[in-house]
């Protein structure tokens, strides 16, 4: 059984640092280098937080001195300026990614909407709007043309999940758009109008899997952004043909081949969603790739040859030595997983959500209360030595744990404080029936729960905080 302890981490001399927060684009004029999502042009993080509900909608909380959430706006496609508008079931919000893609130097948002019906199809195909920064933050967006419906028709879902990179090196980020067999790229810049450099589609080999997420990130350090896809059999299908992860090299035409990525375990080739992030643990300039599957996670570490091909993978859990708490199936460790550097030594951090934690034993057991734990990097890669675990029950943490909160069903980590360390955006899904967030601040030691708060849900919202970007 999990425990609830917190175990305050201590710098030791094994943990040098130097993290990237994944893959992050653009050149932004009015925000510090490597800020995707500062809509607002003031140098700080801003943290978006989707939530279903209706036809589902997000919620911007604007970074600032002080944090987060001093300011922020709700946004959905009855606001002014968007695009479409509000049906039962859209999902708009269900996939974001985050970059300037008109390149005026404020972020811009690209919101998926998998389930909205387009033109005169007989299916939901989805669609995708991008909701525009400026000096006020997000406001009026766009539709995005994003190509020929897939001729599987039912399933193809755009806007189920994005990624938004420099895929092709130019200097424009790009944006993926995953759907059933494989992944569409509408290559930048883009316009106000929609406009973007084309579209091309590039299938996995067998091209018949459902991909049911991806992420940007340069794992062999060429100054591309490549492409990370979890795919998965059709609704339909019981074949793990090509289930896993696969990896798509950055090209000059968008994207290069796809291979499955090596060193994995056969549990992150089997079909069920899992956990997926990206980040340089290990300083060497490459993106790392940590996978969570069955219970454990599994870090692949960037190399010339693409993930997996140099240093040896390590496999973790929560009977690791040096990681707090039990490994128990129902703690789901590894289901939410963000790197980034939350202390300031210049290495990305592993951030692992276990959402069904229990805390405590026998008849005071609080089931699904959730928790974090932060593993540090090092120039060896990541590390156990100087662990963090935080539940709604640890030293500063605002609220309390209780039976289905689900604490850590979603993590993010972006300097919202501009401090120059990654603070943690982390979701509750559970919490009031809702859901709501919490912000953790980095620290020289670590996560932290000095100085930290949650946020609330908009009315009628359901499932807030699913997904984060920042």
Sequence with gaps: ????????????????????????????????????????????????????????????LYGAAGGLGGTRAVIGQESPGVPGHDEDGDGFGRAL?????????????????????????????????????????????????????DPE???????????????????HPDLAIGHEGGVRVLKGPFTRAGANGGVTVHRLPEGSEWIDAVRAADVNGDGRADLLAEANPRPEDDADISSGIWWFAGAPGGLAGGARVEGLPQSAHSAGRKGLTSGDLDGDGRADLAVGSGGGITVVYGAPAGPGTGRPAVG????????????????AFGAALAIGDVD??????????????????????VRSAGAVTVLHGSSDGVTTAGAQMFTQDSPGVPGAAESGDRFGAALLLSDTDR????????TADGENGTGMVWRLPGGPAGLTGTGSAYFGAPAAAVR???????
Excluded at 127 to 135: I, K, N, P, R
Excluded at 351 to 362: D, H, K, N, Q, R
Excluded at 419 to 425: E, H, P, T
């Design 344 to 365: 300031g030594d210049h290495f990305g951090d592993l951030v692992v959500g276990a959402p069904g934690e229990t805390l405590g034993s026998g008849t005071t057991a």
């Design 153 to 171: 028709g039912p399933y193809s879902a755009v806007g189920a999940t994005l990624a938004a990179a420099d895929f092709t090196g130019d200097g």
């Design 97 to 149: 990614a985050a970059a300037d893609f008109d390149g005026d130097g404020f972020g811009d948002l690209a919101v998926g909407i998998p389930s909205e019906t387009v033109g005169t199809a007989p299916w939901a195909a989805g669609s995708v709007t991008v909701l525009w920064g400026g000096s006020s933050g997000l406001a009026a967006g766009s539709p995005l043309p994003t190509g020929a419906p």
């Design 464 to 470: 807030f905080g699913l997904p984060l970007e920042g």
């Design 1 to 60: 059984m999990g425990t609830a302890r917190t175990i305050m981490s201590m710098a030791c001399s094994g943990l040098l640092a130097v993290g990237l927060v994944g893959w992050q684009t653009g050149d932004a004029a009015a925000s510090p280098p490597g800020l995707r999502a500062d809509f607002n042009g003031d140098g700080y993080g801003d943290v978006v937080a989707a939530s279903d509900g209706g036809a589902g909608r997000i919620t911007v």
């Design 419 to 426: 401090d120059g360390r990654a603070d943690l955006a982390a």
């Design 316 to 331: 973790l859990d929560q009977d690791t030595e040096g990681v707090p708490g039990t490994a128990e199936p129902e703690d």
